[in-house]
């Protein structure tokens, strides 16, 4: 089945500062890789998402970028803000197959 | 669009007892729902598939007899905790798909077993 590695754990920036949070995955079939933020105590939302016929995708301060060859993919914030700060989850599938995520980073962002 | 709905979002039961939490997608139909298990500071578990009018397909190491699935209508599905113990206590959510790639999720149901 597939397997996600997802890291930083813990990622701690100032306002204003970009940050990363790089995912690899072990299924080369998969084709769908979207990124979750998730809020204490509430649901993971979607908010941007990859499919494997692109290389990068931006929705203004995120962006995504994907490796099909290496296996890895990388969501992307710039500017970052107070209200960023969150639990960020990767993910991958191969449609119709269910999700598998990665272990989520924290994001934490300093003013 | 694509919004889903969880009940009850608290809810605490007492140690043998039954509880049923309900999912609904309210503005779309949804062929296939799916029910996570969150424990703190911890990644989404898979517990259940389940498509309209078939039986659940669940994750090895979940029981299905405690934990039972009922996806009834395209826009409700259910998950009852039988017999529930104190080690049932966590964070359960669940998401809905319309027949395309996007999961959508509900708001989650904090659990607490006495």
């Known amino acids: 089945g597939e397997n996600v590695e997802q890291h930083p754990s813990t990622l701690s920036v100032q306002e204003g500062d970009s940050a990363v949070i790089k995912c690899t995955y072990s299924?080369?079939?998969?084709?769908?890789f979207p990124w979750y933020k998730q809020e204490l105590g509430k649901r993971p939302q979607l908010i941007i998402d990859i499919r494997s016929n692109v290389g990068e995708k931006k929705d203004q301060r995120i962006a995504v970028t994907l490796n099909k060859t290496a296996k890895h993919f990388s969501l992307h914030i710039t500017e970052t803000q107070p209200e960023d700060s969150a639990v960020y989850f990767c993910?991958?599938?191969?449609?119709?197959?269910?999700?598998?995520f990665g272990k989520g980073t924290m994001l934490l962002v300093s003013p | 669009g694509a919004v889903v709905s969880q009940h009850p979002s608290r809810v605490i039961c007492k140690s043998g007892t039954s509880v049923k939490i309900e999912c609904r997608s309210l503005d779309f139909q949804a062929t296939t729902m799916f029910w996570y298990r969150q424990f703190p500071k911890q990644s989404l578990m898979l517990m259940a598939t389940?498509?309209?009018?078939?039986?659940?397909?669940?994750e090895q190491g979940v029981e299905k007899d405690k934990f039972l699935i009922n996806h009834a209508s395209l826009t409700l599905s259910t998950l009852t905790v039988t017999s529930a113990h104190p080690e049932d206590s966590s964070f359960y959510i669940c998401?809905?798909?319309?027949?395309?790639?996007?999961?959508?999720f509900g708001p989650g149901t904090r659990l607490t077993v006495t």
């Open positions: 299924d080369s079939a998969s084709n769908y």
């Open positions: 389940s498509n309209e009018g078939s039986k659940a397909t669940y």
């Open positions: 998401s809905a798909r319309a027949g395309t790639v996007e999961q959508y």
């Open positions: 993910a991958a599938s191969q449609y119709p197959s269910t999700l598998t």
